[in-house]
């Protein structure tokens, strides 16, 4: 094992300051801890929730209250290691993605490891009550993102990826975590050759259609406002069928009870269309939106006795029709970030199973010569749903809302930009 270094390595990180305040900064990494590693990053995601605080300083009820590194969704190369970590098994030069929900390891949910009943197989450390999360601004002092040219980072979370894996792949290990635990919540494979509806085809929705046909679904349906996402749905993941969500038909609702009535319609409608008996539905669906209609519309999508997994993360409170799912008894499932998925996301990603996977990733950005790339998200949509980006040139770049993938930062200075 290399020695740890014992002198502080400067860096460049994308630090925000508030909202819009984005800063390209030169920080000093300190050598890895106790139990901690030193990682080269290659290649991070953007995800919904650094753009929520790059607009308004805060994710929901997490407001930012000292400057922060955002990003999450990461891939890298061990460059050091601190001690006490030959039990790990890692190695400087070794490829790992990072998981980066830093759990105590002492609360019930951290030790309990008999919650087997949801398929997590071992404790829901996810719910850890004193979880601390790299980029979050939930908890103070908050825990810098993936943003940066180094980070040290606790071996245990450190998870090896498959020789057959790119960095860009490894970095969607994280979202692909989300969609994987939600399949477990839903106890997906003891459901033979389900039919499943999945509402919303953004980077979560689309990993869900993929992950569903690996894992055997008879078919797979993707809902959607947007044309070129489920556009890209049929032809790249190869959905099984798809439903467009009709733009701003009729007035608005009067009220919650209409705004609920309007969703049951939108869902027959949509059923009949699909082609699906009367009383028939879906056996899972996975509401990968959070918008309050969506949730409701797929209640109504579910058939008797199926669950509905809560992906997506929208407003606090909802107006939801209970007795429909109730007295059908359609279970609706919480999903809430991850926990022991990570070695399954990555061996997924590695082993060519999941369709259009590799097509996920939409846009790409040096970490050099912008803040980061977030600053260019208000850019009107244009026709092209598949582009790159070099240094500041813009070209025919669709990023408003990560229409139908992923955008990835990459370190430029490193051999392995397109590995």
């Given at each position: 094992?290399?020695?740890?270094p014992t002198s502080y390595l400067a860096q460049t990180a994308s630090v925000l300051h508030g909202p819009k305040d984005l800063r390209l900064e030169s920080r000093s990494t300190q050598p890895p801890q106790v139990g901690q590693a030193q990682v080269q990053i290659i290649a991070t995601g953007l995800c919904g929730s650094d753009l929520h605080y790059y607009t308004h300083g805060r994710n929901g009820d997490f407001v930012l209250r000292s400057p922060l590194i955002l990003g999450h969704e990461a891939s890298g190369i061990i460059t050091a290691l601190g001690p006490s970590t030959a039990h790990s098994g890692l190695r400087v030069g070794q490829r790992v993605a990072l998981e980066v929900g830093i759990a105590c390891k002492q609360c019930r949910y951290c030790l309990d490891h008999g919650n087997g009943a949801d398929s997590t197989n071992g404790p829901r450390y996810n719910l850890c009550e004193n979880m601390r999360f790299c980029s979050s601004a939930k908890t103070f002092p908050h825990l810098d993102g993936t943003l940066q040219g180094r980070m040290n980072h606790p071996v245990e979370l450190l998870h090896?990826?498959?020789?057959?894996?790119?960095?860009?792949?490894?970095?969607?290990?994280?979202?692909?975590?989300?969609?994987?635990?939600?399949?477990?919540r839903t106890n997906f494979t003891a459901t033979p050759n389900p039919k499943v509806c999945v509402i919303g085809s953004g980077a979560v929705g689309l990993l869900a259609c993929s992950l569903s046909i690996a894992l055997g679904a008879s078919a797979v349906v993707a809902i959607d406002?947007?044309?070129?996402?489920?556009?890209?749905?049929?032809?790249v993941v190869g959905v099984t069928d798809t439903w467009q969500v009709p733009r701003g038909s009729g007035p608005p609702p009067t009220d919650k009870d209409d705004a609920v009535k309007r969703s049951r319609e939108m869902a027959e409608m949509a059923l009949e269309d699909l082609g699906m008996p009367r009383g028939d539905g879906f056996d899972i669906v996975f509401e990968c939106t959070g918008v309050e209609s969506c949730i409701q519309m797929a209640i109504f999508m579910a058939r008797p006795g199926s669950r509905v997994a809560l992906v997506g993360m929208g407003t606090p409170i909802g107006y939801i029709p209970l007795s429909s799912s109730a007295l059908r008894e359609v279970d609706l499932i919480g999903v809430f970030r991850y926990a022991n998925c990570y070695p399954e996301a990555l061996s997924?990603?590695?082993s060519g199973k999941l369709p259009g996977v590799e097509k996920m990733v939409t846009q790409r950005f040096p970490v050099s010569g912008s803040p980061l790339p977030i600053t260019w998200f208000p850019i009107e949509p244009s026709s092209s749903n598949t582009t790159f980006l070099s240094r500041?040139?813009?070209?025919?770049v669709r990023l408003r809302h990560f229409d139908v993938g992923e955008a990835i930062m990459v370190n430029s200075s490193s051999r392995s930009w397109w590995t």
């Open positions: 094992m290399a020695p740890a090896p990826v498959p020789a057959s894996c790119s960095y860009e792949m490894a970095a969607l290990a994280e979202p692909l975590a989300v969609v994987l635990h939600a399949s477990r406002i947007d044309d070129a996402k489920l556009k890209f749905a049929r032809k997924l990603l590695g500041l040139k813009i070209q025919n």
